[in-house]
């Protein structure tokens, strides 16, 4: 099997299938695996049918799975620098926060 021959929608069914065998291996139910993973068993069951899934609720699922390392092996974060530690990271998002400007009506007559 050549993944890049392949579709799109292909692959995400084959990360699906991937999902769901390593589900059974451990001997979970699909809610079972909702709960561990905090999902709704919908989303799972669409998930393993579609492929389709944010990829933040993929992470949880795998995360559930004990199977986070294998974005070790794609990302390989041990040769990135990564300069920013996690607080510096959260101090960053906070200052990204757009403060709400309110004008008053005279403000508004006064651009006419």
């Given at each position: 099997m050549i993944i890049g021959l392949m579709t799109n929608?292909?692959?995400?069914?084959?990360?699906?299938?991937?999902?769901?065998?390593?589900?059974?291996?451990?001997?979970l139910s699909q809610k079972e695996l909702a709960i561990k993973a905090n999902l709704a068993l919908g989303t799972l069951q669409r998930f393993e049918q579609t492929?389709?899934?944010s990829f933040s609720k993929l992470i949880k699922i795998i995360r559930s799975l004990d199977r986070i390392n294998i974005f070790e092996t794609f990302f390989n974060f041990e040769d990135e620098d990564l300069t920013l530690s996690y607080a510096q990271f959260k101090e960053k998002e906070k200052k990204k926060v757009k403060k709400r400007v309110f004008r008053s009506k005279k403000d508004d007559l006064e651009l006419w």
């Open positions: 929608e292909e692959i995400l069914k084959l990360i699906a299938l991937r999902v769901k065998n390593e589900r059974l291996v451990k001997r492929g389709e899934i």
